[in-house]
């Protein structure tokens, strides 16, 4: 007889791995390592808002599926001929980036959900703290100071990996922004708004996320960060279903990976 987790059996890993009452946890997760949940991903944010409780919240990165690659010049402007058809973002309905796994939209769609109003950054969150955590959120450098990932770790929040690759954390971006390193990338992109039913377009300004911060890293290397950071004995692993699975503090790991950067590439 095939074996199907319950939120009963994720709660008990999840309390094992380190999470609980209160915490606010950005999660990462590869659902499909998970194992077959009794009712697919629900199953996980069940049993992630049992653990956290009334009092705590979960959050995840959305990011936005916008206009396809196809449709963008090189340095991912929409192209003028496809800017009327391309659909604006609009916080309440528009999908989370497929490229992050499904989780996200998973948590965006569940009702109660929260979603922040910038689109490359754009977080989601549910429980206590998500008003709180997404609103005000930048439209230029949305992962810098005043932006949901710095709320995270003003409150002392936690960052879960769920048999997600450790290269996919997305807290390292705001790490990228407070390093004082010098020659970061910026990028700015046309983007379409809906606002009182039409759309607006408006450019946003960024540090480059879609490329190391600067010059002499790899394109992976934020593993490398995560990697020496649990060298010095930090976070806790475990398993959650048949995933592997890490927690680590988020105010800790931004200030190991700005330091880890500015040891590297500061002034």
């Given at each position: ?145 005043g932006t949901p990932l710095a709320r995270l770790v003003e409150a002392g929040g936690k960052v879960a990996m769920i048999g997600a690759p450790w290269e996919t954390m997305t807290l390292l971006h705001h790490a990228e922004h407070l390093a004082d390193i010098p020659g970061k990338r910026v ?81």
């Open positions: 007889m095939r074996t199907l987790l319950t939120v009963d059996d994720l709660t008990r890993d999840l309390f094992a791995l380190g999470i609980g009452a209160k915490d606010i946890v950005l999660v990462h997760a590869g659902l499909r390592s998970i194992g077959p949940m009794i009712a697919g991903p629900d199953t996980l944010i069940a049993a992630l808002r049992q653990v956290v409780g009334p009092e705590g919240t979960i959050m995840a990165y959305a990011d936005w599926q916008g206009a396809p690659e196809a449709a963008c010049d090189e340095e991912g402007h929409i192209l003028r001929e496809w800017r009327d058809h391309v659909l604006p973002f609009d916080p309440a309905a528009s999908r989370a980036i497929r490229d992050n796994g499904a989780f996200p939209e998973f948590l965006r769609t569940t009702l109660g959900a929260l979603r922040s109003v910038s689109p490359g950054p754009s977080m989601v969150a549910l429980g206590a703290k998500a008003k709180w955590l997404l609103d005000p959120h930048p439209l230029d450098y949305g992962y810098g100071p990028v700015r992109w046309d983007v379409p708004f809906l606002e009182d039913g039409q759309t607006v377009w408006r450019t946003v300004e960024e540090f480059d996320t879609g490329n190391p911060a600067v010059e002499g890293l790899d394109d992976d290397y934020f593993d490398e960060v995560v990697r020496d950071f649990v060298a010095t004995g930090q976070g806790s692993q475990g398993t959650i279903g048949a995933a592997s699975a890490l927690l680590v503090d988020a105010p800790a790991m931004t200030r190991f990976a700005v330091d880890w950067l500015e040891s590297r590439f500061g002034p």
